[in-house]
């Protein structure tokens, strides 16, 4: 494992920098840097799909850090939301358009955007839906993405115990990569899976870089019985799992409420840097 970096982050560099979020032809949500070649990260909002964020690049725009759909795990789409069992149904599994149905994406602000999309029960009918409000920060070396999620029950839901669901990352991870997924406990891969924690960071060699890059998650303090368990699988993709605490339910018209940071960064894990953004939110 890369040992943590001893660096204090500099005041200096939590100084945040200018983005620009705009809707491309496509109907995608780009995010760029002023005069930048390429999008920093592109949010999709088919119509007849889950939402979802691919690529995400690393900060000096250098690497992608996501992957669409890797050869171990087909329903997996870079960064996305789904619990694995609504009322009987897998919105972590699927992803078309008989579980999905988009409703539209907008830019909120330069920094700013939102998703909306309907969770469908076997017939088509709603059964819940689902809003994603996105902010970003860049701050040159690292830029932080916050997700404020919520999800409104057209009928009484069940979101029954299963050992992963919520927000979920996939790195490009391949068997002959260095790589490690190591928590705000200090635990890593194999003895993180399952462990409560408030943040877990998932490094690795990818594409296009000499040194690691970066995702950590945060999972905010105030969400429903924090700090929930962790999913960390043997490809190293993570998410807060709350239903692996056991069922847990959403009332017809209620509207449950969950609130995630990324912190997307390089170089040697960096305790301090995620720490300062945990204690800063």
């Known amino acids: 494992m890369i040992r943590s970096s001893l660096v204090f982050v500099a005041a200096s560099t939590l100084a ?26 592109v949010q999709n909002a088919p119509a007849d799909m889950r939402p979802y964020l691919h690529p995400l690049l690393a900060p000096d725009g250098n690497g992608a850090l996501t992957e669409f759909r890797p050869g171990h795990h087909l329903h997996q789409t870079g960064i996305f939301f789904g ?40 017939g088509g009918t709603v059964l819940l839906t689902e809003t994603q409000r996105w902010t970003i920060r860049d701050f040159t070396t690292h830029y932080v993405l916050d997700l404020d999620w919520s999800g409104r029950a057209a009928v009484g839901l069940t979101i029954g115990r299963y050992d992963y669901g919520g927000l979920f990352l996939r ?6 990569i260095a790589a490690d997924a190591v928590n705000s406990e200090g635990q890593s891969r194999k003895a993180a899976e399952g462990q409560r924690a408030r943040w877990v960071d998932v490094g690795m060699t990818v594409e296009g870089r000499s040194d690691w890059a970066h995702v950590a998650m945060l999972d ?45 960064y390089t170089g040697e894990l960096n305790r301090v840097l995620i720490e300062r953004h945990w204690n800063a939110w």
């Open 16 to 41: 945040a920098q200018s983005l620009q979020v705009a809707r491309t032809p496509k109907g995608t949500i780009e995010v760029r840097r002023a005069g930048a070649p390429q999008a920093l990260l």
């Open 83 to 122: 619990f694995s069992a609504v009322n009987g149904r897998s919105f972590f599994h699927n992803t078309d358009g008989s579980f999905f149905r988009g409703k539209g994406a907008r830019v909120e602000s330069k920094a700013a955007w939102s998703v909306e999309t309907d969770w469908l029960a076997a």
């Open 171 to 176: 790195m490009p991870w391949r068997k002959d």
């Open 220 to 264: 905010h303090r105030d969400n429903p019985d924090h700090p929930v368990p962790w999913r960390v699988d043997g490809n190293l993709g993570i998410v807060p799992s709350r239903s692996r605490l056991g069922d847990w339910t959403i009332a017809q018209g209620e509207t449950a409420r969950a609130r995630y940071r990324l912190v997307v």
